[in-house]
């Protein structure tokens, strides 16, 4: 059986992300510090974070309160639609803010360019093919270790990888991920493309509707598992990692009891067959329509 806890995926780059990771969207001041901490003290060694979520100077002080050296961790962020035009201000902000001297995985958050001066509207003359090309030159510098997207579909992936200035395939696309948005199109488009996905709201974000799910509820009691345990188990068996988010103590533990026990194919597949279709982040609030009903 898989000790998820301490196994990584193998991106195009050869680097090795581990399975698990913290997410800290929504962790409230105050509270985000304590949680990394406490993952970091309990074995997690990937962070998520992103510019967007203004929390990247605390969970750098949550890192440094763990006591867990650099180098044994994993650090994601993000850069941020109104920033598409100035990666370069981007990056070095999210490292001032996060006090690191490098990140291992730096996303384009979306494939949104925003005008930073009326969020309402798309920036002119720019576009996210152009962000890439911004984007390529990290590495070399070698405060960016990896680099790839978040929220593209297949139709930008498209766009994106067809693109003759796309030199560098992205490492990883985050994208939206559990049992009511399964995408499995997306997966197998991301897999040819030897693309990693990490699965972003995988026990659907705050409020889960998923945790009434009739079907969840009674494998995680047959199973004698909670039902996120449960949710993150059936999101590392399709392969992707995952990055529950909890600023709770007691979950953040719990989460992470994954070791030594796994799905059976007919729980998987019960739970890859949930009728119900819901997306916790849509693109309504962005200036473009990202997402085209092709992923799934
Ligand atoms: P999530 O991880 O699916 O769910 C988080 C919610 O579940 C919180 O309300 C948390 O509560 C609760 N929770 C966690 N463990 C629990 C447990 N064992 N029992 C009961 N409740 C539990 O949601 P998410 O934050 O949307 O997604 C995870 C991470 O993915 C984010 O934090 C962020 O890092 C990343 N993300 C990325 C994008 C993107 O555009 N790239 C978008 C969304 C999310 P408490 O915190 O109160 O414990």
Redesign the pocket.
Known sequence: MAQHTKSTFTLNTGAKIPAIGL?????KPNEVREAVKVALQRGYRHI???LAYGNEGEVGQGIRDSGVPREEMWITT?LDNPWHHRVEEGITSSLKSLGVEYVDLY?M??PSSTDPNDRKKHLPDWNFVKTWQEMQKLPASGRVKNIGV??FGIRNLEILLNDPSCKIVPAVN?I?L?PNCPSPKLLDYCKTKGIHCTA?????????PLYKDETLLKIAEAKGK?P?QVLLMWGLQRGTSV??????AS?IE??FELDGWELTPEEFQKLSSLPDRFK??GDAWLPIKVFFGDDE
């Open positions: 997410g800290t969207w929504q962790s998520d974070t992103a993000k996303l958050h979306w978040s929220n985050q939206e559990h972003y709201s995988c026990l659907g974000s705050t409020d889960s909670t996120q990055i529950p988010k909890s600023v709770t979950r719990k989460n916790v982040c």
